[in-house]
T-cell receptor, first 116, second 113 residues
Framework: GAVVSQHPSRVICKSGTSVKIECRSL??????MFWYRQFPKKSLMLMAT?????????EQGVEKDKFLINHASLTLSTLTVTSAHPEDSSFYIC????????????FGSGTRLTVV | QKEVEQDPGPLSVPEGAIVSLNCTYS??????FMWYRQYSRKGPELLMY????GNKEDGRFTAQVDKSSKYISLFIRDSQPSDSATYLC?????????????FGQGTILTVHP
């Protein structure tokens, strides 16, 4: 089945630094990838939708200059949290939908970001 | 009013029980309905997907959709401790690559031996 690899699974960074999270579709081409944020015991909140080769579409209230998304190929999307602050600490999850092969969004295993 | 409402629980049941998880929605444009299971500190995994009213069965899981009432359910038969997780309903307007998902709040389920 479709596999999405997300890396790193856990990262701790200092306030003011930037962190990059990678999301790769391993055995299929992902035309569209989605980035979510999840707070403890809360549901997933969509941050942005990225389409290969074009600019990401951000949801209302999400700062595009703070959360930089790049979807340069059909198998890789990256989320960079710039100038991270403690309030950015969260669980970030990507998901991808392939070109063909039925319905269903495959999720990565998530990245736990802690900003200290 | 949120587009998708889901009782957050928590729900605690004994092993072997039948579990019923439910979501209601307000957007009549939703056409595709999914249930995801999420273990702690992991990404969600797709359990069931359906796009029509009625029942869909897969092993111990049955997904039910009632579009007229804007109500969906997931039933788990013969529940097992390994079913303990957070269950998320999700919906989308479109089934294409650009159809984004709207999630419910998630229900925390614990199945105790």
């Amino acid at each position: 089945g479709a596999v999405v690899s997300q890396h790193p699974s856990r990262v701790i960074c200092k306030s003011g630094t930037s962190v990059k999270i990678e999301c790769r579709s391993l055995d299929f081409q992902a035309t569209t990838m989605f980035w979510y944020r999840q707070f403890p015991k809360k549901s997933l909140m969509l941050m942005a939708t990225s389409n290969e080769g074009s600019k990401a579409t951000y949801e209302q209230g999400v700062e595009k200059d703070k959360f930089l998304i790049n979807h340069a190929s059909l198998t890789l999307s990256t989320l960079t949290v710039t100038s991270a602050h403690p309030e950015d600490s969260s669980f970030y999850i990507c998901s991808a939908k392939g070109l063909t092969g039925g319905y269903g969004y495959t999720f990565g295993s998530g990245t736990r970001l802690t900003v200290v | 009013q949120k587009e998708v409402e889901q009782d957050p629980g928590p729900l605690s049941v004994p092993e072997g029980a039948i579990v019923s998880l439910n979501c209601t929605y307000s957007n009549s444009a939703f056409q595709y309905f999914m249930w995801y299971r999420q273990y702690s500190r992991k990404g969600p995994e797709l359990l069931m997907y359906t796009y029509s009213s009625g029942n869909k069965e897969d092993g111990r899981f049955t997904a039910q959709v009632d579009k007229s009432s804007k109500y969906i359910s997931l039933f788990i038969r013969d529940s097992q401790p390994s079913d303990s997780a957070t269950y998320l309903c999700a919906m989308s307007v479109s089934g294409t690559s650009y159809g984004k998902l709207t999630f419910g709040q998630g229900t925390i389920l614990t199945v105790h031996p």
